[in-house]
Structures are given as structure tokens and as C-alpha cells.
T-cell receptor, first 115, second 113 residues
Framework: GAVVSQHPSRVICKSGTSVKIECRSL??????MFWYRQFPKQSLMLMAT?????????EQGVEKDKFLINHASLTLSTLTVTSAHPEDSSFYIC???????????FGDGTRLSIL | QKEVEQNSGPLSVPEGAIASLNCTYS??????FFWYRQYSGKSPELIMF????GDKEDGRFTAQLNKASQYVSLLIRDSQPSDSATYLC?????????????FGSGTRLSIRP
């Protein structure tokens, strides 16, 4: 149980393109979903927390207009990287949690490469 | 002081031995504790969670929690080369506004054949 599906797994695109990443909880309802970014050999960095039906809470230093998050249902959250540039190239990982105090379950991640 | 602290390693353990990973946390009222394993280039995967003081066993893994001393540990028995990974400790802080768990920076574990 507790499966989180994240798509696509890999994206390669030109600078200036907007990229949408989907995160779905397949067998549970996720009241909260989280978006992380991880650079090679570095720690997970939380970008934002989203609760179903409300605006995402962004961590300090993360541009909300650059990284658009939508959590329209209890099983789906999306992250859109708008007008992506090479410095946005990274490993983006979502996670989902059923309730407060419950474990977070991670998707497989999306490797984004901007040329 | 970091909220969740782990030794970055690498921790090198011979195959078949017990690997012991430790984590300390700063918020005394924390209630939920998690261990994740992350292979290089992959996303974290949940191994164990523990809420009460004492030990919790699952196969070769044992999580130990001591709230008085504010530490949580993970023991891996009969270590295998496939256990080589980064292990992340995570804690759910007690403050009511918290909706996120706090991750340590991870300990790299290397099992040598």
C-alpha cells in the first residue's frame, strides 16, 4: 500500500519551456503533498507544502511564480516549472501523506534537464 | 543547532555485521519518527516509523526510540551490500502549525563484502 506515482520520470527540454510534473497518491487520500528538489550529492530541499483545496506554502527563497503548485484533489498535485532555465535542472521529488503525524511516501522523482 | 542531526558518514560495516545509525533531535515534544533509505539517484523510501519509546522490529531492521535522551536509532542486522545507501532520519515536530516533517541530512552507509 501507500503508493505515490510521479510523472514524467525524466524531462529534457529547451530553455524557456514550462514543464508540468504530476504526483498522484494511488491507494490513499493525501491531505498534504510536498515538493522537494535535490541536487547531486546534496540533501533533500523542501520547496513547498500543499494542502488539498488551498494555496501552497512555499519555503523561504522559493519563487511561487516560478514553481506553480496545484493540489486540486486528494489524490493529485502538480508542480509546473515556468519558463525553465538551465539552473532549474535538478531532481524533483514529490511526497504525500494521509494525515498529520503519518509517514510521507515518496514518488520516484522527475529528473529535469534544461538545455 | 540543527533540528535533526545525523553523522554524515560514510559508515563502513562488513557484510553480515550489525549497522547502527543514530539520529538526535532538538524538539523534546516530537511525536513521530521515521527512517528512510535513499539509493544514489533514487527517491527516498520509507523503512520504519516509530511513535513510542522502545524498540520496533521489522525483519532485519530495528528502530529504537528514547524520548528522554532525544535520540532515535536504526539497527540493520546481517548487513548486505544492497543495504549500502544513504539513510535519512525524519521527525515530526510538535508545534501545532507544523505540517511537514524535518529531515536530517542523512548518513551514508557502505557495506563492504
Amino acid at each position: 500500500g501507500a503508493v505515490v506515482s510521479q510523472h514524467p520520470s525524466r524531462v529534457i527540454c529547451k530553455s524557456g519551456t514550462s514543464v508540468k510534473i504530476e504526483c498522484r497518491s494511488l491507494d490513499f487520500q493525501a491531505t498534504t503533498m510536498f515538493w522537494y528538489r535535490q541536487f547531486p550529492k546534496q540533501s533533500l530541499m523542501l520547496m513547498a507544502t500543499s494542502n488539498e483545496g488551498s494555496k501552497a506554502t512555499y519555503e523561504q527563497g522559493v519563487e511561487k511564480d516560478k514553481f506553480l503548485i496545484n493540489h486540486a484533489s486528494l489524490t493529485l498535485s502538480t508542480l509546473t516549472v515556468t519558463s525553465a532555465h538551465p539552473e532549474d535542472s535538478s531532481f524533483y521529488i514529490c511526497s504525500a501523506r494521509e494525515g498529520m503525524g503519518q509517514p510521507q511516501h515518496f514518488g520516484d522523482g522527475t529528473r529535469l534537464s534544461i538545455l | 543547532q540543527k533540528e535533526v542531526e545525523q553523522n554524515s558518514g560514510p559508515l563502513s560495516v562488513p557484510e553480515g555485521a550489525i549497522a547502527s545509525l543514530n539520529c538526535t533531535y532538538s524538539d523534546r515534544g516530537s511525536q513521530s519518527f521515521f527512517w528512510y533509505r535513499q539509493y544514489s539517484g533514487k527517491s527516498p523510501e520509507l523503512i520504519m516509523f516509530i511513535y513510542s519509546n522502545g524498540d520496533k522490529e521489522d525483519g532485519r531492521f530495528t528502530a529504537q526510540l528514547n524520548k528522554a535522551s532525544q535520540y532515535v536509532s536504526l539497527l540493520i542486522r546481517d548487513s548486505q551490500p544492497s543495504d549500502s545507501a544513504t539513510y535519512l532520519c525524519a521527525v515530526n515536530p510538535p508545534y501545532s502549525s507544523a505540517s511537514k516533517i524535518i529531515f536530517g541530512s542523512g548518513t551514508r552507509l557502505s557495506i563492504r563484502p
